[in-house]
């Protein structure tokens, strides 16, 4: 395939959910051929198409059979900008939690209605995604009411007044006999 072939197919089967930049697809086409991974084929004029070689037939079967590793988490931005937020003075932690919360409950019912189109059989790979972004936007909101609860036990919302408390009027009178 060529590369535009290749982001296309990708797309393709991911839905468009993260698009590929076709810079980025050649990029890592030259570092696959450099490797041993890929090959250019003859092209026609200035395209030329790749195929796969038994190295790297080995090396996607090997990806294929290999679990996902857990231990090195990308960078979470939503948990990032929670873990701060509780940190920083001033700012309303509940209300990054919900209006986050609502975000995520509108990407859920979007999720949801494209789910409820008429797909084709040849769209399973694409119902595979979308089936992930509905388990982890619902994670996401499970995760979203355990934080709310957790920061309003450990910081109540509203705080009682350090001042003094106003005299009591019948002992105030009791003193002015």
């Excluded at 939690?97 to 019912?109: C, D, F, H, I």
């Excluded at 972004?133 to 994670?139: C, H, I, L, P």
């Excluded at 934080?147 to 003193?175: F, I, M």
């Amino acid at each position: 395939m060529y590369g535009y072939q290749l982001r296309s197919a990708f797309e393709e089967s991911t839905g468009g959910t993260w698009p590929l930049n076709i810079g980025q697809v050649y990029t890592t086409l030259s570092r696959l051929e450099r490797d041993g991974f890929a090959r250019a084929l003859p092209g026609q004029d200035s395209q030329r198409p790749y195929e796969i070689t038994e190295a790297g037939l080995a090396d996607l079967e090997k990806w294929f059979t290999t679990p996902v590793s857990r231990t090195e988490r990308p960078r979470d931005e939503l948990t990032i900008k929670l873990a701060l937020a509780v940190t920083t003075p001033g700012v309303n932690v509940t209300d990054v939690v919900q209006r986050q919360r609502s975000a995520t409950m509108r990407a859920l019912q979007e999720f949801t209605r494209m789910k409820a189109r008429e797909h084709g059989p040849g769209d399973l790979s694409w119902r595979l995604v979308l089936d992930a972004m509905v388990f982890q936007a619902e994670a996401e909101i499970r995760w979203l009411d355990h934080c709310e609860a957790t920061v309003l036990r450990h910081r109540p919302a509203h705080p009682t007044p350090t001042s003094p408390a106003a005299p009591d009027p019948s002992t105030q009178e009791a003193h002015s006999r």
